[in-house]
């Protein structure tokens, strides 16, 4: 049995906005929520590039220590 690679957000790559949406199953909602809160996303060519390390430190300053589950699932 082989081992299923698991994509990582690398820090110095940067990525076009809707591969890394697809890439990383960050739906668009969550991606507008992150950009209100501070996440850089800059524009080139029509398209809107993210850098590997602005998602982390995104992650590390607005994420929760723990999961929360939703009580009505």
Do not use: C, N
Not at 13 to 18: D, Q
Not at 57 to 67: F, K, L, N, W
């Amino acid at each position: 049995m082989s081992a299923i690679p698991i994509p990582a957000v690398l820090p110095d790559v940067m990525y076009p906005l809707a591969t890394f949406e697809q890439t990383f199953k960050v739906g668009r909602h969550a991606m507008r929520q992150a950009r209100r809160d501070g996440l850089k996303v800059k524009y080139s060519a029509g398209k809107g590039w993210l850098l590997g390390r602005d998602w982390i430190d995104h992650v590390q300053r607005t994420g929760a220590d723990e999961h929360h589950r939703d009580a009505s699932a």
